[in-house]
């Protein structure tokens, strides 16, 4: 079964620090770019960062330097370690998979919440 489980999701302060988790199960992880985006109510879904096959990766200029995105392939997980939270980091992160061979593939999505 091809799903992507998101996980580490939750409430916390500002400043704070969150890791979040991204399983994949029933496909080929390390052919494809992984990515997380994030959405919240009324706004389009935004890219947050992103990393290819090749552990190439990019960032929204509103997360640069404060998250990193980073992948296990033999575990296939993708990461994203975000530090120096702003409430305007709050919102639902979805994990995406993405490949020129393959369908695209979203997570159901996790809600991060940072509070003052």
């Known amino acids: 079964q091809v799903q992507l489980v998101e996980s580490g999701g939750g409430l916390v302060q500002l400043g704070g620090s969150l890791r979040l988790s991204c399983a994949a199960s029933?496909?080929?992880?390390?052919?494809?770019?992984m990515g997380w985006y994030r959405q919240v109510p009324g706004k389009q879904r935004e890219l947050v960062a992103r990393i290819t096959s090749r552990r190439i990766t990019n960032y929204a200029d509103s997360v640069q330097g404060r998250f990193t995105i980073s992948r296990d392939n033999a575990k296939n997980t993708v990461y994203l370690q975000m530090n120096s939270l702003k409430s305007e980091d709050t919102a639902v992160y979805y994990c995406n998979a993405d490949s020129v061979l393959y369908p695209r593939i979203w997570g159901q999505g996790t809600l991060v919440t940072v509070s003052s």
């Open positions: 029933g496909i080929i992880f390390d052919v494809y770019t």
